[in-house]
């Protein structure tokens, strides 16, 4: 079994706006803890296995980049940020149900576009450093992990925050791969050896940035995909999760492209 790349599946919120969620509990939430170092695929790995399985994606680093970004707005000069002015702005983000994911607002508007920016990807390490921006991160996540069946994506996810998820499983590949994904992805074209370079040296820097938080789980299933396509490695955490949550293709068939 493979999957097929379906156009639009890893496109962002269908709806722009951010509403409270709703009580769709179910009695026992599956938790499926993806981790791993920076632009190793997790996020869009992780959204793509929550849409064939029927879940959400909560992706924490995005909750740490919209910390950043409220902070941001308020005090522009970083140097200046303490963490209770972090958590201050902070107040003003919420994590808001949309089709397929859990997705950060700040003052309840849609966010994507501003968290992935150059500034907030320049501080966002150093936010993500603060225990107590770090708890109230984790305390989001788990209450969206309350309401759905989640796939969540960030570097503790099996480790500190979901120490018992249904499924743990841990990315990696190698710098120079991510490097060139990253930047295929950004610039919609193939990137030369000397930008893939100069990107991997960002991404090491960035690796080292984030060791402390960046942990795998020991009963992690360690997958390492600098030699898998995104296709791939979407199969094989959905054969996982299908295998550990016992439940079969009932909640939407990866041949299926309509049914998601
Ligand atoms: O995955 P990302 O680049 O969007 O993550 C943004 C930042 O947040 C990055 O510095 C790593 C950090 N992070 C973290 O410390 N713990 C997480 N669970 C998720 C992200």
């Known amino acids: 079994m493979c999957l097929g790349l379906v156009p639009g599946i890893l496109a962002g919120p269908r709806s722009r706006d951010c509403v409270t969620a709703n009580a769709d509990s179910p009695t026992d939430p599956v938790v499926i803890a993806?981790?791993?170092?920076?632009?190793?695929g997790k996020s869009s790995t992780a959204h793509w296995?929550?849409?064939?399985?029927?879940?959400r994606h909560v992706d924490s680093g995005a909750l740490y980049r919209a910390a950043t970004a409220a902070t941001l707005r308020s005090s522009p000069s970083a140097d200046s940020w303490t963490?209770?002015?972090?958590?201050?702005?902070?107040?003003?983000?919420?994590?808001?149900?949309?089709?397929?994911?859990f997705a950060p607002c700040i003052d309840g508007r849609d966010v994507e576009a501003?968290?992935?920016?150059?500034?907030v990807t320049q501080?966002?390490?150093?936010?993500?450093?603060?225990?107590?921006?770090?708890?109230?991160?984790?305390?989001?996540?788990r209450d969206a992990a309350t309401r759905h069946d989640v796939v969540v994506d960030g570097r503790d996810m099996g480790t500190a925050v979901f120490p018992n998820a249904t499924l743990k499983v841990f990315l990696?590949?190698?710098?120079?791969e991510r490097a060139r994904r990253r930047l295929t992805q950004q610039m919609k074209r193939r990137p030369t050896d000397t930008e893939i370079a100069e990107e991997t040296?960002?991404?090491?820097?960035?690796?080292?940035?984030?060791?402390?938080?960046?942990?795998?789980a020991k009963d992690a299933v360690l997958i390492d995909t600098t030699y898998l396509t995104q296709p791939e490695q979407v199969d094989r955490i959905v054969a996982l999760a299908r295998a550990v949550t016992h439940r079969g293709s009932e909640a939407s068939s990866v041949d299926d492209p309509e049914s998601r």
């Open 172 to 176: 990696i590949a190698d710098p120079w």
């Open 201 to 216: 040296d960002r991404i090491v820097q960035r690796d080292a940035n984030d060791a402390t938080q960046t942990v795998q």
């Open 34 to 40: 993806i981790d791993g170092p920076a632009a190793s």
């Open 114 to 119: 501003e968290i992935r920016g150059a500034e």
């Open 83 to 101: 963490e209770g002015a972090v958590l201050e702005s902070a107040a003003n983000v919420t994590l808001s149900p949309r089709d397929t994911s």
């Open 49 to 55: 296995v929550a849409s064939v399985l029927g879940y």
């Open 123 to 141: 501080h966002v390490s150093r936010v993500a450093q603060m225990p107590r921006v770090r708890a109230w991160v984790n305390n989001l996540v």
